[in-house]
């Protein structure tokens, strides 16, 4: 052991405690000036030697686009994204790919994952650009499966990055769920939970580390809540300090405060999930846990820099980001149960905040897409306009008229933001389809003053207009349909055909058959459908 070279073991326990036998060992050979350090460099290999089929790669994936259209995209996602989620240090990737740092070539699979949350920037305005999104991801993703380059930050950052995008149905290996716990590993794995406050490494790289890290917690977090999953990171295994103004160098006009505060709300509600909604807890723990949420937030709203405070005449994406955060927060510890056998839920509702905290979602929305820049509102907004639409459409269902005439006010206005919304993420796009159908019946019930025809509504969203390249649903004729052109017409209690045997993309119409139950209708919804739109 002790002719080894010493840079192989300890590129083997970066980031480890003693319970890592690779740890252990290391501790007892290591120096005693080094025993307090957890994060070595690592140890470079020729590329034959880490990369995976590396001559399988295919050229389009090593290509690039026209200057002129890069260095647009490049702007758009520095200018309107990094600077309030710092996944890239902009001063040392600009160096890198202006050529100037010779000793760190440019990496394509960062330019490809940053060119893509370009192409979503500005997409919404300019389809032709839009449709670059997925030519961005497949080379991006073809790159990082190859393992083309052996820096594990930035297979992170590319992850996050990848977070824009999505590439079909599927709700576990093509959303921001995926995308997120693969980041979560790899920077696991690389020690990023770690304090590299006094550790060897440059700077630029401490900096972008604690950003990262930070960055990974609070998309979990929302995820998480997003999702109604488990959360994967836990602040009580880490080490890494607070966000601070320093960690932000590198990022011109850098939204620090923005960060910085939101990250202490993600922490205040990654807290109150451990307890509120986790399995094994008591009645009592969980309301005493909601209770200690509704006094944390509240200290933490009254806080705030006048910067970030909520102000429709100066509204900007990033307090807009933070404000849907919060109140989203708000609904989802308060709102009304589904079930009346929810006790939680029943001892922990109040109409009156949800009241507030829709009003205030709705004067944001309706603000940041007339008045300002949505292109910068990353998913999770997306997830906290469904919350509010839910809220408000069982509002509609009040015996009052004066909040049912509210709630249609509030209903129609988040209606026409998520219209907008949906330029830019297909999430919003089938959540528009969904209320609108749900809206309807809940109008026409509470213009009747009757409850709701809960046997007529379904969660089936209406079906996608085919395209020109899939069959029209005018082949279906007497119980048989047509899924794959060319093809035979089957009963739709024997499809035979799949998605593969087709040279067209499988659509969200091919999928809603009759037989098939509500809940399942409303999971296909759901899956995956979390990127930027599709053409």
């Not at 030697?49 to 520095?78: I, M, N, S, W």
């Not at 505060?261 to 909601?290: D, G, N, P, Y």
């Not at 026409?416 to 949906?422: G, H, P």
């Not at 309807?440 to 395209?467: C, G, H, M, N, W």
């Amino acid at each position: 052991m002790k002719d080894m070279n010493p840079e192989i073991w300890r590129s083997l326990y970066t980031g480890r405690t003693d319970v890592s036998n690779f740890n252990y060992l290391v501790r007892q050979v290591s120096q005693p000036e080094s025993r307090g350090a957890f994060h070595f460099g690592s140890r470079q290999f020729h590329r034959r030697h880490t990369a995976h089929e590396l001559q399988r790669v295919p050229q389009d994936a090593l290509e690039r686009c026209e200057t002129g259209l890069e260095l647009r995209l490049l702007r758009a996602y520095f200018d309107r994204v990094n600077l309030g989620w710092p996944i890239v240090d902009e001063e040392h990737f600009m160096a890198q790919y202006q050529g100037k740092d010779v000793q760190n070539p440019l990496m394509l699979p960062l330019l490809n994952a940053i060119l893509l949350v370009g192409a979503h920037v500005l997409g919404g305005s300019d389809k032709s650009v839009a449709q670059l999104q997925a030519t961005f991801f497949r080379r991006a993703k073809t790159l990082i499966d190859c393992r083309y380059e052996q820096d594990r930050t930035m297979y992170v950052q590319v992850a996050l990055l990848l977070t824009w995008y999505s590439d079909g149905h599927e709700e576990i290996v093509a959303n921001a769920w995926h995308w997120i716990g693969f980041a979560i590993r790899i920077a696991i794995g690389h020690g990023m939970h770690r304090d590299v406050t006094h550790s060897k490494l440059l700077p630029v790289h401490r900096r972008s580390w604690t950003r990262l890290w930070w960055i990974l917690f609070q998309f979990d977090t929302t995820v998480s809540a997003a999702y109604g999953r488990p959360q994967t990171l836990n602040l009580d295994e880490s080490d890494v300090p607070d966000l601070e103004p320093a960690h932000f160098q590198g990022i011109p006009k850098a939204q620090v405060d923005f960060a910085m505060h939101h990250a202490k709300l993600c922490t205040i509600f990654a807290e109150v999930m451990k307890k509120r909604w986790a399995l094994r807890s008591s009645t009592q723990e969980r309301i005493q846990a909601s209770r200690q949420a509704d006094e944390a937030l509240a200290e933490f709203i009254i806080n705030l820099p006048p910067s970030l405070k909520l102000s429709f005449s100066r509204l900007s994406p990033w307090t807009a980001t933070l404000h849907l955060t919060y109140n989203n927060f708000v609904l989802l510890l308060h709102r009304p149960p589904p079930l009346a056998m929810d006790e939680v839920a029943v001892a922990c509702q109040d109409s009156t905040l949800c009241g507030a905290a829709t009003a205030a979602m709705s004067s944001i929305f309706e603000t940041i897409c007339h008045h300002c820049d949505a292109s910068t509102l990353w998913l999770y907004s997306v997830h906290a306009m469904f919350t509010a639409l839910i809220q408000v459409s069982n509002e509609l269902t009040s015996p009052n008229p004066i909040v049912v005439a509210r709630s249609q006010i509030i209903f129609d206005t988040l209606m026409d933001a998520l219209k907008y919304l949906s330029n830019y993420w297909q999430f919003a796009e089938n959540i528009l389809r969904l209320f609108k159908q749900r809206g309807e019946y809940l109008i026409q019930d509470a213009a009747k003053t009757s409850k709701p025809d809960v046997e007529s509504f379904t969660l089936r969203p209406p079906p996608l207009a085919p395209s020109a390249e899939t069959t029209s649903w005018e082949n279906i004729t007497d119980g048989n349909v047509t899924l794959c052109p060319g093809r035979e017409s089957v009963s739709t209690k024997a499809v035979s055909c799949s998605p593969w045997q087709s040279d067209t993309d499988l659509h969200m119409d091919e999928l809603m058959m009759e037989e098939f139950p509500d809940s399942f209708a409303l999971e296909l919804f759901l899956a995956g459908m979390d990127g930027s739109t599709q053409d």
